[in-house]
């Protein structure tokens, strides 16, 4: 058996074998988060009765940003802890919800009939949602003291999440 | 059946509306910017489709927000970057030749390089081995001619 000639086809093909190992390790379809770290983008929407809110408004306090939406089954499933985790932690944590895609008609129904401890805000044109760089709903997102974006969590919210980047945005 | 092409008719007509709509302030030349810009950015909720095609409404939206900065004087270059720090580069449709995904670009020419190389090496060994089996098989006639003359002058 030729040896050099073995290590060098090797050689040859590991970098082929990384690259198809590295492609194949990461999901195509999701999106990156680009956000990490970086200051969270400024909004300045309607709350669901009306009132203006903006990111301004909460300068200083932990936020959790939830997109939903009253046709998203997922978002059904979370909903409940959201609204727990909304009472439990009311004096610490902000809660907002952003509907998404929807109407305030749909929302409202959906909230009447699920309860609702959150501040909800419309996005009327999604433009809040881009600029979080939302690509379905659920989407939350952590904030911290200081307005950085800490975690994005797409898809629906488990307990064991909620809670350790609830702990990581209150401390920070 | 018909009433499925009806609706695929209502759907196809509303799409057309809507983005008609986001683009009527717009200027002939600041729509096919518009549409240029929006034919590389990926639709988050769809296949692999640009925000230019796509029906769906995430992607009008990201569209009509196209045509709003286009409509503000924002540059192409800004506008896609805009969509970076949102999407990262997984919103391009089609990758930069920057950073890591040079190789994506670099690769498969040096792979067809590499390849090609190989096939004119093995080539001319095999050629050199011919060449080299052919002289064997002469010169072992050669060594037989004269051991048979040996043989014929040792058994006079």
Redesign the interface.
């Known amino acids: 058996m030729n040896w050099r000639r073995t290590w060098i086809g090797v050689l040859?093909v590991l970098p082929?074998i990384g690259?198809l190992a590295l492609g194949f390790g990461t999901d195509p379809h999701a999106?990156?988060f680009?956000?990490k770290g970086e200051d969270a983008p400024s909004f300045s929407l309607q709350s669901l009765e009306g009132e203006p809110v903006g990111l301004k408004d909460y300068r200083g306090k932990p936020i959790v940003m939830n997109f939903w939406a009253s046709w998203c089954e997922p978002c059904k499933l979370e909903h409940q802890l959201l609204q727990n985790a909304a009472r439990r932690f009311a004096e610490e944590v902000v809660f907002l919800g952003v509907v998404y895609?929807d109407t305030p008609e749909a929302a409202q129904q959906f909230l009447a009939r699920h309860g609702n401890q959150m501040t909800q805000l419309l996005d009327p044109?999604?433009?809040t949602?881009?600029?979080?760089?939302?690509?379905?709903v659920p989407e939350s997102f952590f904030i911290n003291r200081q307005g950085k974006v800490i975690h994005k969590e797409p898809g629906v919210l488990r307990p064991e999440r909620l809670f350790s980047e609830l702990k990581k945005i209150m401390q920070d | 059946m018909k009433e499925v092409k009806i609706l695929m008719t209502m759907v196809v007509v509303l799409f057309l509306c809507v983005k008609a709509q986001g683009s009527s302030a717009l200027s002939a030349e600041q729509k096919i910017k518009a549409e240029s810009i929006g034919a590389v950015l990926r639709c988050p909720v769809c296949q692999g489709m640009p925000i230019a095609d796509s029906p769906a409404t995430m992607a009008v939206e990201m569209m009509d927000l196209v045509y709003e900065k286009v409509a503000a004087g924002q540059s192409e270059e800004e506008i896609i970057n805009y969509f970076i720090g949102r999407y990262g580069e997984w919103v391009l449709l089609r990758p930069t030749t920057k950073g890591f995904n040079l190789f994506v670009w670099i690769l498969p020419p040096i792979a067809l390089l590499l390849a090609c190389l190989l096939i004119v090496y093995r080539a001319r060994r095999a050629k050199e081995k011919e060449t080299g089996q052919e002289q064997d098989t002469l010169a072992s006639k050669d060594s037989d001619d004269t051991i048979e003359a040996i043989r014929r002058e040792v058994e006079i």
């Open positions: 040859l082929f690259l999106v990156p680009v956000l895609q044109e999604s433009k949602a881009i600029d979080y760089g939302v690509s379905g």
